[in-house]
């Protein structure tokens, strides 16, 4: 079945800072999405992204299918932005298959 | 916007009660599913449903029950509640894989302490 690996598992930075999140993932897949859980819990979609980039304010993420991973990118980060980022893909069976998270920490 | 409510932000229940973690969603969404995060590990699933009267087990089911009347309700229901079941709960929907806007929509969680 397909596996979701992301990197890094920790990231602490500095507010104004860049910073890239990856998600490998095993098989290929047509789905890959990526979320965001804030400190108090709620998760939200970010990106639906199969292939290709898209791109949301100081968020984008890009997926490179054949090679089967992608990136989500958070240029200039604000404290806003801390919490765990989650990639996720469907799989045969309807359910999705998480990522471990990366857990995002903005110091002011 | 697609709103997914849940019962209940915070719970407290003593070993072996019954106890019931409700989730509504508005968007008319044919599937539904019961996630419990642990630190560590991630979300996991326990149930999911894809239309009214149906469930599907998930990666964790026991212990755990579901019950799904409605289109636009499905209730987790712990029949026995134990302390290795404290966690945080996540409802979501979603529309069918294949359709339009093939993402899950969470509700804000319910943190359940069983002491």
């Known amino acids: 079945g397909i596996q979701v690996e992301q990197s890094p598992p920790d990231l602490i930075l500095q507010e104004g800072a860049n910073s890239t999140l990856r998600c490998n993932f095993s098989?290929?897949?047509?789905?890959l999405q990526w979320f965001h859980q804030n400190p108090w819990g709620q998760l939200i979609n970010l990106f639906y992204?199969?292939?290709?980039?898209k791109q949301n304010g100081r968020l984008s993420a890009t997926t490179v299918a054949t090679e089967r991973y992608s990136l989500l990118y958070i240029s200039s980060s604000q404290t806003t932005d801390s919490g765990v980022y989650f990639c996720?893909?469907?799989?045969?069976?309807?359910?999705?298959?998480w990522g471990a998270g990366t857990k995002l920490i903005i110091k002011p | 916007d697609v709103k997914v409510t849940q019962s209940s932000r915070y719970l407290v229940k003593r070993t072996g009660e019954k106890v019931f973690l409700e989730c509504v969603q508005d968007?008319?969404?044919?599937?539904m599913f019961w996630y419990r995060q642990d630190p560590g590990l991630g979300l996991r699933l326990i149930y999911f449903?894809?239309?009214?009267?149906?469930?599907e087990k998930g990666d964790i089911p026991e212990g755990y029950s579901v019950s799904r009347e409605k289109k636009e309700r499905f209730s987790l229901i712990l029949e026995s509640a134990s302390t290795n079941q404290t966690s945080m709960y996540l409802c979501?929907?979603?529309?069918?894989?294949?359709?339009?806007?093939?993402?899950?929509?969470f509700g804000p969680g319910t943190r359940l302490l069983v002491l």
């Open positions: 968007m008319d969404h044919e599937n």
């Open positions: 449903s894809y239309d009214v009267k149906m469930k």
């Open positions: 979501a929907s979603s529309y069918p894989p294949g359709q339009l806007q093939e993402t899950q929509y």
């Open positions: 098989d290929s897949v047509n789905n």
């Open positions: 992204i199969p292939s290709g980039t």
């Open positions: 996720a893909s469907w799989d045969s069976n309807y359910q999705l298959i």
